[in-house]
């Protein structure tokens, strides 16, 4: 997904409100989420990231931490784990 790669890189990130974006990040706290097909919302988030550099790097901190939870290597020992113990 080209959102967690760019959130991997260490970038402050804005989504729409799609159902999979809801259930998977939090407004604020990992991303930047406006409302789909919203351009004043669109413009709102930007104009936000723009001007506030500390909520930007913190967007951009707490996102790369988050998104790499779910690299490959750690998702493939979670499951070497899981498999571990169910056998």
């Not at 402050?12 to 799609?18: F, G, K, N, S």
């Not at 809801?22 to 706290?29: D, G, M, V």
């Not at 989420?33 to 930007?56: D, M, T």
Request: charged residues 20%; aromatic residues 10%; neutral net charge.
């Amino acid at each position: 997904n080209v959102l967690f790669e760019a959130m991997l890189l260490g970038l402050a990130c804005i989504a729409t409100d799609i159902p999979a974006i809801n259930n998977l990040l939090e407004h604020k706290e990992h991303v930047w989420i406006v409302k789909a097909g919203s351009q004043s919302s669109l413009c709102e988030g930007i104009r936000q990231l723009y001007h506030s550099a500390p909520l930007r790097k913190d967007i951009a901190k707490k996102g790369q931490l988050y998104a790499g939870s779910f690299s490959i290597e750690k998702m493939s020992q979670a499951y070497e784990t899981l498999y571990q113990q169910a056998y």
